[in-house]
């Protein structure tokens, strides 16, 4: 499974950005996806996930509001929208596929998720 992510860079303090991860090697339908962030000397978070099956989706919660996840199960991509973007939301962003296929919740726990994307480099100046 590769996943590829891209879409990141600079932006001011309340500009928006658009993730962007592709996906290929297995049934992208049928596993949830997830993004998460890792800052400098911090330990990688969850940021947003969606359900395999589409129409659920959760977010942690420093994020609701302005972050929105979506995916497109025929062109295997999941995406993040990112409004309204603060300096603490600099990070190095990665999607990620669950391991479980057709799991029921979106787990926000990293070890559930077996592939990831390389990461791109969100930074936000003040």
């Known amino acids: 499974v590769q996943l590829q992510a891209s879409g990141g860079g600079l932006v001011q303090a309340g500009g928006s950005l658009r993730l962007s991860c592709a996906a290929s090697?297995?049934?992208?339908?049928?596993?949830?996806m997830g993004w998460f962030r890792q800052a400098p000397g911090k330990e990688r978070e969850f940021v947003a996930g969606?359900?395999?099956?589409?129409?659920?989706?959760d977010y942690k919660d420093s994020v609701k509001g302005r972050f929105t996840i979506s995916r497109d199960n025929a062109k295997n991509t999941v995406s993040l929208q990112m409004n309204s973007l603060k300096p603490e939301d600099t990070a190095v962003y990665y999607c990620?596929?669950?391991?479980?296929?057709?799991?029921?919740?979106?787990?926000?726990?990293?070890?559930?998720?077996?592939?990831w994307g390389q990461g791109t480099q969100v930074t936000v100046s003040n």
């Open positions: 990620a596929a669950d391991r479980i296929d057709r799991r029921n919740v979106i787990p926000l726990d990293r070890d559930a998720y077996n592939y």
């Open positions: 090697g297995r049934t992208f339908s049928r596993y949830n």
């Open positions: 969606t359900r395999w099956s589409g129409g659920t989706t």
